[in-house]
């Protein structure tokens, strides 16, 4: 018992929720609202997206890497699915296979770029968010595409139950949106609990040598890591555009650092190796939350961006200190701190092993 | 006599281009031996395990015999699946992964499992753990354990893949005495369960302790095999040194005028309680075997490696180093160990990597370079210290060894230092190149510069160093005259 008391103690995880908890007293002290049915179900229906493009994002950083073409792919996806159901086909499942292939495809060209290329997963994503901007600015003239179907239109409204809303008539269910977020949750929570693939991205995030000198491929695991991450950034793209009705190819623009910014903030550490799915649940809630805060005292816009600059940089901050304080602490030199001469002491050693 | 021999390696030779790194060596291990390999510093000790492990293939010629398979050649696979394991000194081990994973990881992978199975995994781990008779949380994060028990947890991983023979390099080396005595009662554990262990040490009292037999490298060369009775500490060390003096030896001075003084420095993890003086024109060699402290303190000197405690006075007057400028601002230089890395920018030109240490000295007051002052310094040094080809445009990465390793000097030397630390001077050059730094050294010592040389090659320590200091284990062992010294007198020290 008292052993899963200290683990708890010891755990990131449990300090971030702890920060939770007291933002969400403070907030709901300014704001009675904040801590309504209503108002969290506000909360994460406007974040689903960000929650499972974080989920793929965890992965990339457990390796060392990092992705910031993110939100240019969720663009491109948005404009695909978008100029496919209106001028093609609004089959439902159809724009679900066509938005997670396109996203996909990207992840993997990102994947080959970094697992084969060996080029810097920053640069590599640099690159690939600029072309991609580029083109769905070029396939788009920057302008919305709207005249989405109606039965697109209508399966972004199913909810499920009907909770009654305090302190008025109406009633609420939950958005169908929250399902696909829940999936990507268990199927990332499963991947790296259940599988080797999973085991071997924390592995090489631990000591990559180490886990190629026991025979990981380290290279298909960075092409599963950015290609799964399009897969998710596929869906959510389709998710988005069911909550939004209408596609803006410009709504993106700024998203990676917030994603980041979540996961980090959920004790996923820059340098690979740590990091959680239930930390980077607890991450997410905690960013949104802010946000959220910082809409309902009425606090302007651009405050935002500052406050999620300055939640980067403290968390890697944090890491990088941290390990900084590690390393220092480990030994380079195996000081002598007996006084005795070692040889007699080894000649005594020998008879009395010897005895 | 054959059948008791676990592995059998004979005739074993390994040529890098230049290099001939292993001789002829004959190693033999048996079931359920402790077996000691020793050597000084490049004696071939790592090279010969990496053939061992497979990442080295040897020359034509060699026989090894493991388990009584003759083995053709050896891939790291193979070396595995025979039963040998390598515990390197990093451990190869995940530090943001629980024990029992660590443990298991090996033998998931090499199952080509897909997905994972936990109990099966802590099974693994347990029963490893069992077998060693230890206790530790299985689900311990790695990271959180002492050194001594991420070592363990190495040798429980050898284990579940079945090791025989377990190659241990330097293990005790981040130990303390309580964690040495219960690594040996594991390793003498092994032992009675038939595992033979390689052990790689310096510490001759923990290699008597411990060892059944040794076997002794020198110069890439197999010395000879001796049972523990056969061999004490004199006769071991007199079997370790005694490579050839290839070099002049300098006549040795006995110098009064003391300029610099290093009193009860210590760094906690890198040295301790370093006190010594250097007199003018003298040059003090400080050797000792890797990992004894000694780049660590000429660092710590040099404010690149800022010591915890203790003072340094130069001429006098107690000084402040806590970063490089302020060294070389009161006349204090350091050349690295690793010139080509450390010591040379080696895309640039002979003349730039000259003037990189007195830019103010050759630019204006505006503060840009004076073609003219630069051209005027680069030419005198060219001249000085015979570089050639004497073309300052020269990229250096064309220049020979010895040719860059006098590109450095003249660049620390432009700063006029008043006492030079070179780290391993001569390292990887040819022998010419080196009795040539070797005299320059001592020139500019007769012109008043107080020199340290750093060597792990004893003979250049013979041959240079007026007084030689020793270094163990962070501290020093002994202050010895250079004059009629021997490598037995200093490897006694060293050790």
């Known amino acids: 018992m008292n052993n899963i008391f200290s683990q708890i103690k010891r755990s990131k995880e449990m300090g971030i929720l702890a920060i939770l908890v007291v933002i969400s007293i403070i907030i709901s002290a300014f704001n009675s609202s904040f801590l309504t049915f209503g108002n969290l179900l506000d909360v994460v229906k406007s974040n689903i997206v960000l929650g499972i493009m974080s989920m793929g994002m965890l992965l990339v950083l457990l390796t060392g890497g990092i992705d910031v073409s993110i939100a240019s792919v969720i663009s491109a996806v948005t404009v695909i699915i978008g100029r496919f159901m209106v001028d093609y086909s609004s089959n439902i499942f159809l724009i679900f296979v066509v938005g997670v292939v396109a996203g996909s495809l990207m992840g993997l060209i990102n994947g080959l770029l970094i697992a084969k290329l060996k080029i810097p997963p920053i640069v590599a994503t640099l690159g690939t968010m600029s072309v991609i901007f580029g083109l769905v600015l070029y396939l788009t003239n920057g302008n919305w595409i709207t005249g989405i179907p109606q039965n697109f239109i209508d399966f972004g409204r199913v909810t499920i139950g009907q909770f009654p809303v305090a302190g008025s008539d109406q009633i609420q269910g939950i958005p169908i949106q929250f399902l696909f977020l829940l999936f990507a949750i268990a199927l990332t929570w499963f991947i790296l609990k259940y599988t080797m693939i999973g085991r071997g991205i924390y592995a090489i995030g631990g000591n990559r040598d180490s886990a190629e000198r026991i025979g990981m491929n380290s290279e298909n695991i960075t092409l599963f890591i950015y290609t799964y991450e399009g897969f998710l950034i596929g869906l959510a793209g389709v998710v988005h555009t069911s909550i939004m009705r209408q596609v803006d190819p410009n709504a993106f623009i700024g998203f990676e650092i917030q994603v980041i910014a979540a996961v980090v903030l959920g004790g996923a550490s820059v340098l690979g190796g740590y990091g959680s799915v239930s930390g980077t649940i607890i991450g997410v809630s905690l960013f949104c939350i802010i946000n959220n805060g910082l809409i309902l005292m009425h606090i302007p816009t651009f405050w935002q961006k500052i406050v999620v600059g300055i939640v980067l940089i403290t968390s890697i901050s944090f890491d990088v200190i941290q390990k900084r304080m590690h390393d220092k602490k480990n030994i380079k030199v195996d000081i002598d701190e007996s006084e005795s001469s070692f040889k007699r002491l080894g000649v005594a050693e020998k008879s009395t092993s010897q005895a | 006599m054959a059948q008791n021999m676990f592995l059998r390696m004979h005739n074993v030779s390994k040529t890098f281009p230049g290099v001939k790194a292993l001789k002829n060596i004959d190693l033999e291990v048996e079931y359920g031996e402790i077996h000691a390999l020793i050597g000084e510093n490049g004696a071939g ?451």
């Open chain 2, 45 to 495: 000790k790592s090279t010969l395990i990496k053939i061992l492990s497979g990442v080295y293939q040897p020359d034509e010629g060699a026989e090894i015999i493991i388990d009584g398979v003759v083995q053709k050649t050896i891939t790291p696979l193979d070396s595995l699946k025979r039963g040998i394991a390598v515990i390197y000194q990093d451990f190869s081990l995940f530090p943001n992964l629980s024990v029992a994973e660590n443990i298991a990881m090996v033998s998931r992978v090499e199952k080509r499992k897909k997905i994972v199975n936990w109990r099966e995994t802590n099974q693994i781990a347990r029963s490893a753990l069992d077998k060693l008779g230890l206790r530790i949380p299985l689900s311990k994060t790695l990271s959180e354990l002492s050194v001594a028990k991420q070592q363990l947890v190495a040798i429980a991983r050898a284990l579940v893949n079945d090791a025989k023979l377990i190659v241990m390099d330097e293990p005790t080396s981040a130990l303390s005495r309580g964690e040495v005595e219960s690594l040996f009662s594991i390793i003498r554990n092994l032992k009675e369960q038939g595992i033979s262990i390689l052990f790689i040490s310096h510490k001759l009292d923990e290699l008597f302790a411990i060892s059944d037999r040794f076997s002794i490298l020198r110069d890439g060369k197999y010395v000879g095999t001796f049972g523990e009775d056969e061999l004490d500490d004199d006769r071991l060390i007199s079997l370790m040194v005694g490579r050839k003096i290839e070099y002049k030896i300098f006549e040795k001075r006995t110098l009064v005028d003391p300029i610099f003084e290093v009193r009860n420095l210590s760094k906690a993890g890198n040295f301790k309680d370093i006190s010594f003086t250097l007199h003018r024109g003298e040059i003090l060699g400080i050797t000792g075997l890797v990992g004894a402290g000694r780049s660590e303190l000429a660092q710590a000197i040099f404010g690149l490696n800022p010591s915890d405690s203790g003072e340094l006075i130069l001429e006098g007057k107690r000084l402040q180093v806590n970063a490089p400028e302020q060294a070389v601002q009161h006349g204090i230089s350091y050349i690295p160990e690793n010139r080509l890395t450390e010591g040379l920018i080696l895309k640039k030109t002979m003349s730039d990597n000259i003037c990189l240490t007195v830019l103010k000295q050759i630019s204006s007051r505006h503060g840009l370079i004076e073609k003219a002052a630069q051209n005027k310094l680069v030419e005198k040094w060219i001249e000085e210290m015979h570089i050639r080809p004497n073309i300052p445009n020269m990229i250096t990465s064309k220049l020979s060894g010895g040719n860059q390793q006098r590109v450095v000097l003249s660049k620390w030397l432009a700063t006029d230092p008043k006492v030079l630390i070179v780290d391993e001077p001569t390292n990887g050059i040819d022998i010419g190149a080196k009795a040539d730094i070797h005299q320059l050294l001592r020139d500019l010592s007769e012109q008043g510069m107080s020199i340290i040389v750093i060597s792990s090659e004893l003979p250049e320590i013979l041959a240079i160093g007026d007084r030689v200091l020793v270094m163990r284990r962070g501290k020093i062992a002994a202050t010895l005259d250079g004059k009629n010294l021997t490598q037995e007198e200093i490897m006694k020290e060293a050790l």
